[in-house]
């Protein structure tokens, strides 16, 4: 079965930091690739994702993911983090057809 | 267009009360799911359907039961509700998949907190 890892289970950064999250997941086959947001009391948002084309994938609010095959990641990136970026964040990746298996999620707290 | 939504947003069981959450989409997706979030352990699949009248077992089904009457219906029952069951119950849904992908984006609903004591 697929799993996901977020090995950065709670991130601090001052306002203007660069941020990179990372995502390793298990199986080696075509995979569909999401990062999703959750800002406080608020539902699951979707950042980005990946299907297939260029690695380097560009999402809402500045946000950008790289899909690297060879070491099974899908790092998030943003070179200049705001307080409006506190929230949880979480990468997913399909099971099989029609189904996502999430990981555990990273809280990030901005400072201002 | 509403998008997905839930019923009720917050309530408090006793142990073993029953009640039903309510999913509702207006996306016409065949897709529907419901999760729980756990604090430290991500969003875990409860229960899925791939259409009107048929539903599938996630990864953590036991103490739950599902039914999906309507395409833009999906309901999560807890007969007996017990505390481990204490958590953020998160209804999703998302169009089949096309042109080679394996699934498409999931949209969710807003949540709701139960908590059995």
């Known amino acids: 079965a697929q799993s996901v890892s977020q090995h950065n289970h709670h991130v601090i950064l001052s306002e203007a930091a660069s941020l990179e999250l990372g995502c390793n997941y298990s199986?080696?086959?075509?995979?569909?690739l999401f990062w999703y947001v959750q800002y406080p009391g608020q539902h699951l948002q979707l950042l980005l994702k990946y299907f297939s084309g260029d690695p380097l994938v560009k999402g809402i609010k500045g946000f950008e993911a790289e899909f690297i095959k060879s070491k099974f990641s899908f790092n998030l990136r943003k070179p200049s983090v705001q307080w409006s970026d506190t929230a949880e964040y979480f990468c997913?990746?399909?099971?099989?057809?029609?189904?996502?298996?999430f990981g555990t999620g990273t809280r990030l707290l901005v400072s201002p | 267009n509403a998008g997905v939504t839930q019923t009720p947003k917050f309530r408090v069981l006793k142990t073993g009360q029953s009640m039903t959450l309510l999913c509702a989409q207006d996306m016409n997706h065949e897709y529907m799911y419901w999760y729980r979030q756990d604090p430290g352990m991500g969003l875990r699949l409860i229960h899925y359907?791939?259409?009107?009248?048929?539903?599938a077992k996630g990864e953590v089904p036991d103490g739950y039961n599902v039914s999906r009457l309507k395409k833009q219906n999906f309901l999560l029952g807890l007969e007996s509700a017990a505390p481990s069951q204490t958590s953020v119950y998160f209804c999703?849904?998302?169009?089949?998949?096309?042109?080679?992908?394996?699934?498409?984006?999931?949209?969710f609903g807003p949540g709701t907190r139960l908590t059995v004591t």
């Open positions: 199986y080696g086959g075509t995979v569909n």
């Open positions: 997913a990746v399909n099971e099989g057809f029609q189904k996502l298996v």
């Open positions: 999703a849904s998302s169009s089949l998949a096309g042109g080679g992908r394996l699934t498409d984006e999931q949209y």
């Open positions: 359907s791939v259409g009107e009248g048929t539903t």
